[in-house]
């Protein structure tokens, strides 16, 4: 069945840095589009970033572009974050989700558990 | 960016009703609409993609209608286990904007 979990959350000051990554399992990695998803504590879902089975185009939210950068490694099932100048709002549970599409997007069929990143000093 | 509004915001209704949530677009996308159900400390899940179509698994009693800017979740006979926060999301264009959510609560 298909797993997605997600690690690397944790507390970090602003302006600082992490790198989530999401393990997948249960499907060929390689044929589907890959999203970040966030939510910050009580609020609704943000849609933060997504990257086409092949890596080939990457899109980003208009509040992380330019500091986050999205990737993944077929020959390790994952997916990544990188997050880098973090701010205060940055801070929520993100989530990866696995596409129903394999080379279109059609909808977030599958979610990890959620990693939580909170920026504070 | 393509704003999608959800009503009502929140929602009480008892073990048996019919149900209807409103998703409106503020702009005309034909069928590219998705519905999630999520609950508390939970990882949303995918009930309905494409406008319409039911994702495996979710049962029947859920279904999703509308095209353009106007789009609907409905749930026929409520069961205890869909008390949540349903939210809509469009996946015509980046960004994947979702709406603000629907709280459903027991009356």
């Known amino acids: 069945q298909v797993q997605l979990v997600e690690s690397g959350g944790g507390v970090v000051q602003p302006g600082g840095s992490l790198r989530l990554s999401c393990e997948a399992s249960g499907f060929t990695f390689s044929s589907y589009a890959m999203h970040w998803v966030r939510q910050a504590p009580g609020k609704g879902l943000e849609w933060v970033s997504f990257?086409?089975?092949?890596?080939?185009?990457?899109y980003y939210a208009d509040s992380v572009k330019g500091r986050f950068t999205i990737s993944r490694d077929s020959s390790r099932n994952t997916l990544y974050l990188q997050m880098n100048s973090l701010r205060t709002e940055d801070t929520a549970v993100y989530y990866c989700?696995?596409?129903?599409?394999?080379?279109?997007?059609?909808?977030?069929?599958?979610w990890g558990q959620g990693t939580l990143v909170t920026v504070s000093s | 960016d393509i704003q999608m509004t959800q009503s009502p915001s929140s929602l009480s209704a008892s073990v048996g009703d019919r149900v209807t949530i409103t998703c409106r677009a503020s702009?005309?996308?034909?069928?590219?609409l998705n519905w999630y159900q999520q609950k508390p400390g939970k990882a949303p899940k995918l009930l309905i993609y494409?406008?319409?179509s039911l994702q495996s698994g979710v049962p029947s009693r859920f279904s999703g209608s509308g095209s353009g800017t106007d789009f609907t979740l409905t749930i026929s006979s409520l069961q205890p286990e869909d008390f949540a926060t349903y939210y809509c999301q469009q996946n015509y264009r980046t960004p994947y904007t979702f709406g603000q959510g629907t709280k459903l609560e027991i009356k």
């Open positions: 494409s406008a319409f």
């Open positions: 990257i086409w089975y092949d890596g080939s185009d990457k």
């Open positions: 989700a696995k596409d129903l599409g394999g080379n279109q997007v059609l909808g977030f069929a599958y």
């Open positions: 702009q005309s996308f034909s069928s590219y």
